[in-house]
């Protein structure tokens, strides 16, 4: 079955699970991306600073969040279900892949990526590299990284809700401890790292 298919089950409220290939399943914490924003939330979001693009909005909560800030925000999300979603709470969104072409591109103050969304296309350098191309001059990626301890690197993962499972596809991710290599080699400075409550956040900006 199709990502979007199942993630869009799944956003709706039926169980779903995620595992790599020799993993045991573990649960998908929907949860923590379809109710609103909390303080941790808002500590992250104090780093995005003029027009933010929300890549993998989601279910939109911190779209939403950026919007009652007064930010220019736009959520960005392959998943049907995740757009509407969004814009159901009033946060204005758009259906698209993020390798494809978004508007602002080249323009954009803040790249936010929450969540575990470096993941994105399971190749973090390449999606970093990606994001660098939506930022106008002086511009900054703000991203969630792992704890220290934790990996930096890519996996097959599966998704299984209820009714249907995905194909494997792979997906991305980077512990605070790889995070300076990776930022070199995708011409990034890590300007700020913080620690809120075992959630860790980077920003990067860009190396002229
Ligand atoms: C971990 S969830 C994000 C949760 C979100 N930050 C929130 O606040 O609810 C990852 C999201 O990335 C989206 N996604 C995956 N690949 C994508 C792509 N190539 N372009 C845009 N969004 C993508 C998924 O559809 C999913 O909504």
Redesign the pocket.
């Known amino acids: 079955m199709p ?2 298919v199942v ?1 869009a089950h799944a ?1 709706r409220g039926e169980a779903c699970t995620v595992r790599t290939v020799e993993g045991a399943p573990v649960p998908l914490p929907v949860e ?3 109710r609103g924003a909390d303080v941790v ?1 808002r500590l992250f979001l104090r780093h995005c600073a003029g027009a933010t693009i ?10 939403e969040e950026l919007a009652l800030a007064g930010h220019v925000v736009l959520g ?4 049907h279900e ?1 757009v509407t979603q969004t814009r159901h709470r009033g946060g204005p969104a758009l259906r ?4 494809d072409r978004v508007p602002g591109e080249g323009r954009w103050d803040t790249v ?1 990526l ?4 470096v ?3 399971g190749d973090p350098a390449a999606l970093l590299r990606r994001m660098r191309d939506l930022l106008g001059r002086g511009g900054r990626i703000v991203v969630e990284v792992e704890p220290p301890g934790r990996p930096t690197g890519s996996a097959d993962v599966q998704l299984t809700c209820e009714c249907a499972s995905t194909t494997y596809f792979a997906w991305g991710r980077v512990g605070v401890d790889g995070l300076s290599a990776l930022a070199d080699r995708t011409n990034l400075t890590v300007r700020a790292v913080d620690r809120y409550d075992g959630r860790w956040c980077a920003v990067l900006g860009v190396r002229r």
Request: with cysteine; aromatic share 12%; glycine share 18%.
């Open positions: 990502f979007d993630f956003l923590d991306w379809t939330d929300d890549v993998g909005c989601g279910p939109g909560r911190l779209t960005v999300d392959v998943v995740a698209r892949d993020v390798f936010l929450a969540d575990g969304n993941g994105i296309g």
